[in-house]
């Protein structure tokens, strides 16, 4: 388990590993990567480090956000992947890249990937995705992968949409 890796043409997905703290309290310290998100910036590189060695979604539910990493340099972009919710008993399609490189289709490449090892490996029958209304870059996202705008729901304090995707193959 702690040699998993999704690959696609451009990116690879892997566990949260501590040579991404300093790219991850990076992204975070970007207010505009946050502003959708109801997250805190990290307060330094070493709040970033102390995330990521007390990530325990693997160990929980055995499958979590990941990062996203170029192929190409193995450059620390954001993360993507699936988180599960106790609360609401579902799962959920997460996705966060630095400014830099946003427009790309990073977003949707990463979270495709995703998508089809939730569906095909770890057989789960639905996937979600919340985003907060105003956040049109991440519903177009949402949309572009097929996901179905279910509800409007309260995300946070702010008016947010509640999307879904079947799994196709589940029994």
């Not at 949260?16 to 590189?45: C, I, R, S, W």
């Not at 090892?117 to 991440?138: D, H, I, M, W």
């Amino acid at each position: 388990m702690d040699e998993f890796h999704l690959q696609t043409s451009r990116i690879s997905l892997r566990r949260f590993a501590e040579v991404d703290a300093e790219g991850f309290y990076q992204m975070n310290a970007d207010k505009e990567v946050l502003q959708y998100t109801g997250d805190q910036p990290f307060l330094d590189e070493a709040a970033a480090l102390e995330f990521i060695r007390n990530y325990d979604h693997y160990q929980q539910h055995g499958y979590g956000r990941w990062s996203v990493v170029l192929k190409e340099t193995g450059q620390f972009i954001g993360f993507c992947g699936l988180k599960y919710h106790v609360d609401g008993a579902y799962t959920d399609l997460g996705f966060r890249l630095s400014r830099a490189y946003w427009g790309r289709g990073l977003a949707t490449e990463a979270a495709r990937a995703c998508i089809q090892y939730a569906f095909t490996e770890l057989k789960l029958p639905l996937l979600v995705g919340r985003v907060q209304q105003r956040n049109q870059a991440s519903v177009r996202v949402l949309e572009k992968l097929g996901m179905r705008r279910m509800k409007s729901f309260d995300f946070e304090g702010v008016p947010g949409y509640w999307y879904e995707l079947e799994n196709e193959l589940a029994d």
